[in-house]
C-alpha cells in the first residue's frame, strides 16, 4: 500500500508539472499515456503469472520450481518488451495522430512515448521481480525499491522538467527521462536483491518447459484482461464526450480522486489476497485458503468501504481540490459520489480477483471485467444515455452496474469454482508436489 501510495503520486506529479509547460503539453502526455498502459498491463499480467506460481510454490516449498518460474518470467518480460521500443522509435508520433491530435501535440507525444518504450523491457522486469517477490511473502523489498525509485522519478521529473539550477530545462522530454530512469533503477535494484542474500527468492537456469507453459497460461487471461479495459475507455471517453467537455472533465475528476483515496488499498489487498491464497493452496490447505480469500475480501470492505462512505458524503469539497468551473465542479461531485458508492463493489471485485489469481484462476476476472466494461459501462451507458435519452444519469447507472456485475462474477468464481482443484493439479504437473514431499 505504501509503494502504491508513493505510485499514484508520482503520476500526479507529472500531470502537475506537464501542466506548467502548455495544454498542448498535458493533451500530448495523456494520449501517449494511453499507449503507455499497453506495455503496465503486460507487465502486470506476467506478474500475475509469476505471483502464482512463486506464492504456490513458496507455499509446498519447491524452491527450485519457484525460483525458475521467477526467471522464466523475467526473461519473457524482456523479450515482450523489445517490441516497444521499436515502436516507440518509428511509430510513437504515427501513432498520436491517428488519434487525432493536432501536429505539435503528436510530435511532443511521439518524443515522450519514444523516451519511456526504450525502457520498456526494465518495466516488464521491474513488475515480473517485485510481483515474483511478494508471492514468497516478502512484500517489503519491492517497497523498498520502488519507493526509492518514485522519490528520485518526482526529484527527476520537477528538476528536468523545469530546469531547477544547474539542471537544464527539458519539459516534456525531462519527464519522459525522469520516467525511465526509474524505470530501469527498480529493474536493476529488484535483479539485485534476487541475485544477493536479500530476499528469499533467487535465479535458476530455464529448462523446464512445463513451467513455461503455466506461467503464460495463467498470465494470457490477465495481460488480454488489461488490454481490453484500455481498448474499452475509448468508446466510453466517446460516450462522455457526446454530453460535453465538461462532461468528460468531471469524469476524469471523479474517477482520479477515487483512486487517489482507494487503489493503494485495493492493490495493496489484492496482492496479498494473492500470497496467502497462494501459500495456502502450496501448503495443501485449500479450506485454509478459501478462508483467507474471504477474510481478506471482509478487511477491504470495512476499510476501502468506509473511505468510499467518506468521498460520497465529501464529493464536492474533494472535487473542488481539481477544479472551480461550475458546470464541471457539479457532474465532477455525482462522478465522486458515484464512485464511493461502488467502493464496496469494486474493493470486494479487486480483492477476490487477488484471490483468485493465487489459485491460477485469472480467467474468471477477465470474463467479469469484459463482460462488465462492454456490457454495462459502455453497452449500457450508450443505450440508456445516449439512445434512450436519460442522458449523464444513464452513465451513472453504467458504471454502478458494472461494478456489481464484475463483483458477482469473481464472487461466484471463487465460492463454487474449481481453483483449488486446478491449482493442485498445475502444482503437481510441474512437480513441486514431489519436490516439497
Excluded: C
Excluded at 475480501?297 to 481539481?322: D, K, M, N, P
Amino acid at each position: 500500500m505504501a509503494e502504491q501510495t508513493l505510485r499514484t503520486l508520482m503520476r500526479t506529479t507529472d500531470i502537475v508539472v506537464t501542466g506548467l509547460f502548455s495544454p498542448a503539453a498535458v493533451a500530448a502526455i495523456g494520449l501517449a499515456d494511453l499507449f503507455a498502459r499497453l506495455p503496465l498491463r503486460i507487465g502486470l499480467g506476467l506478474g500475475s503469472g509469476a505471483i502464482a506460481l512463486s506464492s504456490q510454490d513458496t507455499g509446498s516449498d519447491a524452491t527450485a520450481n519457484r525460483d525458475e518460474a521467477i526467471m522464466q518470467a523475467i526473461l519473457v518480460g524482456v523479450l515482450a518488451g523489445i517490441p516497444f521500443i521499436l515502436f516507440g522509435l518509428f511509430a510513437g508520433e504515427a501513432a498520436i495522430s491517428l488519434l487525432g491530435a493536432p501536429p505539435g501535440v503528436a510530435a511532443m507525444g511521439g518524443t515522450y512515448l519514444a523516451v519511456i518504450f526504450a525502457t520498456a523491457p526494465a518495466r516488464h522486469v521491474s513488475l515480473v521481480a517485485a510481483r515474483s517477490l511478494q508471492g514468497t511473502g516478502d512484500t517489503r523489498t519491492p517497497m523498498y525499491v520502488n519507493v526509492v525509485s518514485n522519490l528520485l522519478n518526482i526529484v527527476g521529473t520537477v528538476a528536468l522538467g523545469l530546469g531547477v539550477g544547474p539542471v537544464p530545462r527539458l519539459e516534456i522530454v525531462g519527464v519522459g527521462i525522469a520516467t525511465a530512469f526509474g524505470n530501469l533503477f527498480t529493474a536493476v535494484a529488484l535483479l539485485a536483491a534476487i541475485r544477493g542474500p536479500w530476499a528469499e527468492a533467487s535465479f535458476a537456469r530455464p529448462t523446464d518447459t512445463t513451467i513455461a507453459k503455466q506461467l503464460l497460461e495463467v498470465s494470457a487471461p490477465r495481460i488480454a484482461e488489461g488490454l481490453a479495459a484500455t481498448v474499452a475507455e475509448f468508446p466510453f471517453n466517446s460516450i462522455l464526450l457526446a454530453f460535453g467537455t465538461e462532461v468528460n472533465a468531471a469524469y476524469q475528476i471523479g474517477r482520479r480522486m477515487h483512486q487517489q483515496v482507494t487503489s493503494p488499498l485495493s492493490r495493496g489487498y489484492h496482492v496479498a489476497s494473492s500470497v496467502v491464497v497462494g501459500q495456502a493452496l502450496g501448503e495443501g490447505d485449500p479450506d485454509r485458503a478459501r478462508f483467507d480469500g474471504w477474510a481478506s475480501s471482509a478487511l477491504g470492505l470495512v476499510t476501502v468501504g468506509s473511505i468510499g462512505l467518506a468521498l460520497f458524503f465529501g464529493a464536492e469539497w474533494f472535487v473542488r481540490l481539481f477544479t472551480d468551473d461550475p458546470a464541471t465542479l457539479e457532474y465532477a461531485a455525482d462522478f465522486a459520489r458515484i464512485y464511493g458508492l461502488v467502493s464496496p463493489f469494486l474493493v470486494l471485485y479487486v480483492v477476490l480477483s487477488g484471490a483468485l489469481q493465487g489459485g491460477s484462476d485469472t480467467r474468471t476476472p477477465f470474463v467479469a471485467r469484459t463482460t462488465g466494461m462492454f456490457g454495462f459501462m459502455v453497452g449500457f451507458s450508450w443505450l440508456f444515455g445516449v439512445r434512450l435519452g436519460f442522458g449523464v444519469e444513464g452513465v451513472y447507472a453504467g458504471i454502478f452496474l458494472y461494478f456489481v456485475w464484475a463483483l458477482l462474477v469473481v464472487a461466484a468464481g471463487f465460492q463454487w469454482g474449481g481453483w483449488a482443484a486446478k491449482a493442485a493439479a498445475m502444482m503437481e504437473e510441474r512437480g513441486s508436489v514431489e519436490e516439497a514431499s
